[in-house]
């Protein structure tokens, strides 16, 4: 059989270290967003959801003491990580072909903005030179645990976590690799707030995805990770697969760098060969884990293209930055993290903060944790600037 | 299930948009050089191509100039590779972010600095809704792209793909690198970089896109006949994966005509080739290209297009063969054999078809 | 006014690096985004950042500059009524 199989997941985000404390959060309706505290940016005022763990603090809990800096984007990857492979039972010495891909956008610039001045007029701060870029986190990260056979890194902004997810499940459905862990990782950065600020969609409150009034996103930092495993790898080592990957897709808006095309072709055509992929009919998802960031257009056209895949009477949605904020890079894995949560516990996450709907879409999200016994499809949609759209589909296994 | 390269062009430091190089290459003697730019307005319109910096318009040059007219949704697949991204606006907003404190910004630099602007804009021109995704881990990001493709063809997913390498150089980003030992000091020949005595190799810029397809046609220049690519491969690993790719294909090491490699003038670089050599290659010629184009994160797409260059004219000329001062007459089969700081390795076998 | 007009075509050709376009190209009256010029939500935001940086001018959410933007006249008046620099 070509089953993928989910067998073990980490996640670290403003919700908290780890699947337990993330659960606990999504299902009391605890949102992470709050008031900026460790980046220092004339823009504190925002809110976003940071980790509340410094750099230190997290090497610390990975009692580790480098000879070499780390950026917070590789030390949030470690800690997900870290939780990701001790479920799967995996460590260096695993006698299987295993493959780590990694999604980042903001990679080390956390760093280069703060030295890179200083680069220019001393010697000082050299060892960070080399850490600017996307690469830099997937390598310290494969370095620290060890065990890999090949790695890369992927960066599509807002869907590079998801990416990852699709090339990973490729990669074992090729036959080059038996287990592929696979997400992406992004720390808080003064670039990418300030860039986001430019286009004038951070919203200065706690965002209300698919809401008439929603006013923009609320960013977010987190890294997770997922292990997929093909059927005989997950059987001959003992593994209970949590649920299975049954279909994907990557599909272009290509309309427009930063703007989402008013009828959500790029969205439409990736939540529908998603479907294509999977064998599975519009009916079957239970449940669609919105990119819902809360801006003007996503919402818009992302609800426009729900209603053309799925019809008048679309699962429930909900948009999970109203607990995570906008985690951008690691947003398809920690999005997935949470969907699959969802799917183990019977739930539907919340979309936090909703209270007027749509006039141009008629679409209204869950906006409570609502218990559904016998979720069996969930759908989680990843959709970034430049229009590289992605969306998964995560089964239980009957 | 076969995969064609069907055609491929380069922007770089040699002559653009055409073979030039193979019969009259330029050597360069300085340690930063730009790429030679040619005339984008026969290719891209003014309104789109304000917004764009040199490395857009360089990928949106060589991704028309491979399709020869092929429109958007018939192309299933576009696949970027880049080291760096768009390092000239990434520079441009962070400058401007930190001199003036955060106020005052524009989005323009901000939206076309993400790394996966490449991939998008090219998708943007030519309006395809299909497959998109761009790969930035340093010296495999071409490999890594190829290899997307690679196994999309595998898969049956794709029946053709786009797969493009990009990077350009900022003179601020070339003394960052300079400072951690990238660049030799001094002017830069040949013999130097052939010796490898000392750190470092010289600068270029690149922009590669190819065009494959799993059907052959009269166009079709050689085949993508197989890949992997490593992570800290011990000896053994190394060779094991060679031997499997080559038997997937019914050849054996004797078959192989040359092998190209990434020898670049840097001591430590190139020690791995010259170790590999000794161990998997013995008497196979090696050949190279980096004396040419310089070196960059994702410089071994030009390595591809030499390979794939070489195929296509049936000689390997002099200029390109390390060891000896001998053109390869009618070569067969050029192996592709890249690393990047020891830790990552590839090979990429190209065959005549 | 006249001569806020001009200045105001020469710094939306600048900031928006319309290369191949002068002064005299473009239509004071006709629309600069959609047809006439043809600009879009970025050039839009552009020219709010442009409305700060030269005349003072900081507008709050990016749809105010729909009504603003809709021509050079347009906003060349706008800014006569509300310019601080």
Redesign the interface.
Known sequence: MNDILVTAMGILTGLGLGKDETLQSLINQNSAIGELKHLN???SSLPVSEVRLSDKDMLSLLNYNPQNPLTRTTLLGMLALREALEQAKIDKDTPKRIA?ISGT?VGGMEK??EF??E??QN?SK?EY??LH???AS??DI?DYFGG??????????CSSAA?AII?GA??I??G?VDIAVVGGTECLS???L??F????ILDKEACKPFDKNR?GLNLGEGAAYIVLEGMESAKERGVEPICKLSGYA??????????SSPDG??AF?SMKRALEDSGLSAEDIDYINAHGTGTDNNDSSEASAIKRVFGENPPYVSSTKSFTGHTTSAAGSVESVISILALKNNFIPANLNFKTPMEDVDLVPAQRTIQLPNIKHIMTNSF?????DSSCIFSKII | MAIYIQSISQISIQEPLCDNWFESPIYHRQRYVSSIEPNYKQYINPMSSRRMGRILKRAVTTSLNVLQGRKGNEIDAIITATGLGCIENTEKFLYSMLENNETLLTPTYFIQSTHNTISSQIALELKCNNYNSTYVHRGISFESALFDAFLQFKLNKITNALVGAHDEMTKDMFTLYDKIGYWKKGDICVETLRKSETLGSFSGEVAVSSFLSNEKNEDSICSLAGMNILHKPTKEKLEETLKRLLEENNLTLSDIDAVLVGHSGDKENDEVYSKTKENLFNDIPFVWYKHLFGESFSMSGLGFYVGATCLKKNIIPKHLVFDSPKEILNPKHILIYNHFQNSEHSFILLSKC | MEDLILELKKEIIEVLNLEEITPEDIDSNAPLFGEGLGLDSIDALELIVLLEKNYGIKLENAAQGKEIFKSVSVMAEYIKNNRKK
């Open positions: 940016t004339i823009h780590f956008t280069n903005e890179y001045l680069f220019f010697n050299d030179i080399s870029d996307c690469a997937t390598q494969a890999f056979d090949f790695i890369t890194t992927i960066s599509t902004a990416n090339l490729n990669l459905k090729a080059y003064k670039f990418h300030n860039g600020n430019t286009l004038m006013q990557n599909t272009c808006d290509a309309f427009h760098q930063t703007a072709q790029g055509l970034g600037f430049g229009g590289n």
